[in-house]
């Protein structure tokens, strides 16, 4: 089946979106592993050879995936990206001009529902094409029930950076996501899906703009609610646990992201191997079972080649600095629309149904027995069958 297949928008495409395609220099691919080669490796520490991994990640596993980093084919990456249909789109926002790359699979069915799945940090839009590589093996561009946009947050891989003169918060990306949406024709309603960020642009869609008509999300964290009631479930125990100890011992990169993202910028941007470390260690973390390496390597070599680590770190800014209010607490950002939850229970901070039920109209819900943080990579069919229940659910009604 060729490309274009999936490619037919069913309206009059916009002014300013084209058809992309990912194609790095080579001489940026060679400067990366010169750099890497270049890099030093710390001396072994008693924290360094924890196979626990409770300090970080190891020595031993760095240099495995230092040395396998070294011959890592992007090209094959590319290939992959490039399977698949790519734009970006130019949009005039309060904000400023901005460019959003999406990768996405178009219906050709009349009555297709506009769905679109949004990434976080420090994931990116490649967790979600396992998923589109499932749709387009089950459906034709005839029989696709969906039209799938998966857009690269601004700043993030392909899509142009947030503005150098003024804040830039998650009010702003859902503005501009939604005006993505309406552009592309779709502006009588979509349905969106997120996990980490994602799920909070998500909520703020749905709460401050109406052509957004319901809401999946696979990450819920949040403070517990007052007069919660009902007894929780024994993985729901376990889950707050698993939050507990995130909040005490793996949360610190989030503050440091939030009061120090110009420090880190520098610290993660001189060369390839730190920031393999800190992008490894949350992959390594935050999972059910640990990612293939070289799943890990197209994410953070993505990352290094696009040098979009700076220009990710905004949002923590408003969700972990002391003081400011998240996207739970906000009652202005309490969806009233159809809310669905997929719990797994080795996200990083799996809270409780009746929690999520606290922060909106929870008409789904699904409990799994496994998987983390990274949903879309780790169980792409499990979290697709969620997503695929919850919009005939919803869609119609």
Request: proline fraction near 9%; charge should be negative; glycine fraction near 6%.
């Amino acid at each position: 089946m060729s490309l274009d297949a999936f490619a037919k928008f069913p309206a009059r495409l916009p002014k300013g979106l084209t058809f992309f395609k990912v194609a790095i220099p080579q001489n940026e691919i060679d400067d990366m592993i010169k750099l890497l080669k270049l890099s030093k490796l710390p001396p072994e520490t008693y924290e360094t050879s924890m196979e626990s991994r409770q300090y970080g990640v190891t020595r031993d596993w760095m240099i495995d995936a230092k040395k396998k980093w070294e011959s890592f084919d992007w090209r094959k990456t590319e290939d992959m990206i490039n399977s698949f249909p790519n734009f970006t789109l130019d949009i005039a926002d309060q904000s400023g001009p901005h460019q959003i790359h999406f990768a996405a699979l178009i219906s050709q069915k009349p009555d297709a529902v506009p769905v679109v799945l949004l990434h976080g940090w420090p994931g990116n839009f490649l967790e979600f094409l396992p998923m589109l590589n499932l749709l387009r093996k089950k459906y034709t561009p005839e029989t696709l029930p969906y039209h799938v946009i998966v857009p690269s947050l601004p700043g993030y891989a392909f899509s142009s950076p947030p503005p150098l003169d003024r804040d830039f918060r998650i009010e702003d990306v859902a503005r501009i996501f939604d005006k993505l949406m309406k552009d592309l024709g779709f502006g009588n309603g979509y349905l969106v899906q997120g996990g980490d960020v994602g799920s909070k642009v998500a909520r703020v869609m749905a709460a401050e703009h109406d052509s957004c008509k319901g809401v999946h999300v696979n990450f819920c964290i949040m403070p517990e609610p007052k007069d919660v009631s009902g007894e929780l479930t024994k993985p729901e125990q376990v889950g707050l646990k698993r939050t507990e100890e995130f909040m005490k011992l793996g949360s610190s990169y989030a503050l440091q992201h939030a009061t120090k993202p110009g420090t880190l910028s520098f610290v993660l941007t001189s060369n390839p191997l730190s920031l393999l470390a800190w992008i490894a260690e949350k992959f390594l973390a935050w999972t059910d079972e640990d990612p293939p390496l070289n799943t890990i390597l197209e994410s953070v070599t993505l990352y290094w080649l696009t040098e979009t680590l700076p220009t990710s770190l905004y949002p923590y800014r408003q969700l972990y600095t002391p003081g400011n209010v998240g996207a739970h607490e906000d009652p202005k950002w309490h969806i009233t629309k159809p809310f669905g939850f997929s719990w797994f229970p080795k996200e990083l901070a799996p809270i409780p149904r009746s929690w999520a039920a606290t922060t909106g109209d929870l008409v789904f819900y699904r409990q799994h027995d496994s998987g983390g943080h990274f949903a879309a990579l780790e169980r792409p069919s499990v979290l697709l069958q969620d997503i695929e229940e919850f919009v005939a659910q919803v869609w119609k009604a």
